[in-house]
């Protein structure tokens, strides 16, 4: 779709912001209340549903709203805990990763809810709410 857009072969499409700054395009914010970001408007998004094509031709997919969030986490089984625990520091350092994703136009959530606070390693737990 970005190709159509950027050839002139459409006039819009319905992208990430962080896409639309990557590529230097103009686009429309839309406030937290419909633009998916905020948990506390769950409720609301639920009011909006889509039907999506199915599998098979004919059949639709009923989508509801809901929040879209970022996650991050170490797998149990991990090849390298250590190393995967000190990437995902990296990743949430304001000052190191978090700046390399928001130079690219991804806004930071940082600190973040987690249903798991409690298993969220000692080292990660700046990064997270209860």
Do not use: C, W
Request: aromatic share 10%; no cysteine.
């Amino acid at each position: 779709m970005l190709s159509l857009l950027e050839s002139n072969n459409i006039d819009y499409i319905f992208l990430y912001r962080s896409v639309a700054e990557q590529h230097h395009l103009k686009y429309v914010e839309l406030p937290d209340q419909i633009n998916l970001s905020d948990p506390k408007y769950s409720d609301f998004y639920k009011k909006a549903d889509i039907k999506i094509s199915g599998n098979k031709p004919g059949t639709f997919i009923a989508k509801k709203g809901a929040p879209m969030l970022y996650g991050v986490t170490i797998p149990k089984n991990a090849g390298n805990p250590e190393l995967a625990l000190k990437f995902v520091e990296f990743l949430l350092n304001k000052n190191e990763g978090l700046k390399i994703m928001e130079k690219n136009g991804q806004q930071s959530v940082v600190p973040s809810y987690s249903k798991t606070y409690n298993e969220v390693p000692a080292i990660l737990k700046k990064f997270a709410l209860k």
